[in-house]
């Protein structure tokens, strides 16, 4: 069975809908919307999951071939797994993205004075460099991050992951 994800336009809510009897979800009052999945990006946000294998048993799921905007306004709200089994769905916080912007603000300025100093030459600069967004190695005007989440399962019964952006809703990317 395809899992469903509805939405409610008056709270937010959001549900997974595992078992279909048919009948809609209903949310303060009104019945729910069922979200459809995108699959193919096409704007200038990425959104569609990445995939890795570590290895059999360990996926790798990264949201977007660029980084994605990280505000309590506009993150990646959840990401799912599906398998013949049921479905793994990891909620993100979008603080956790602003406190690791606020870490990486720290170690620039401490490697540019490492860097002033030549008491680390470049090797901790350059590696505080990937940390950071933008191509030139500077924080963009946005927090921004590239949401992933590692699931275990059988690489064989996986089936699809699923993202879904506060902003700009569900997408997927099947396994199968």
């Known amino acids: 069975m395809d899992v469903k994800f509805y939405h409610c336009l008056t709270c937010g809510n959001i549900i997974c809908k595992v078992v279909d009897s048919g009948v809609v979800p209903v949310c303060c009052g009104s019945e729910m919307i069922l979200m459809e999945a995108k699959s193919v ?24 071939s660029e980084p994605h905007p990280c505000t309590k306004e506009h993150f990646i709200q959840m990401i799912a797994l599906q398998t013949v089994d049921g ?15 606020t870490r990486k603000e720290e170690l620039a300025h401490l490697a540019q004075a490492h860097k002033e100093d030549k008491k680390c030459g470049l090797d901790l600069a350059c590696r505080i460099e990937k940390l950071f967004s933008s191509k030139d190695g500077e924080l963009s005007e946005v927090p921004v991050a590239w949401p992933e989440q590692i699931f275990h399962c059988n690489k064989k019964d996986a089936i699809g992951v699923y993202a879904y952006c506060n902003l700009h809703g569900l997408w997927h990317k099947s396994l199968r």
């Open 41 to 64: 990006d096409n704007g200038l946000e990425k959104h569609l999951p990445h995939i890795e294998w570590l290895d059999d048993m360990t996926l790798r799921v990264k949201i977007g």
């Open 87 to 101: 479905i793994d769905i990891r909620i993100l916080d979008p603080q956790k993205c602003l406190d690791e912007r």
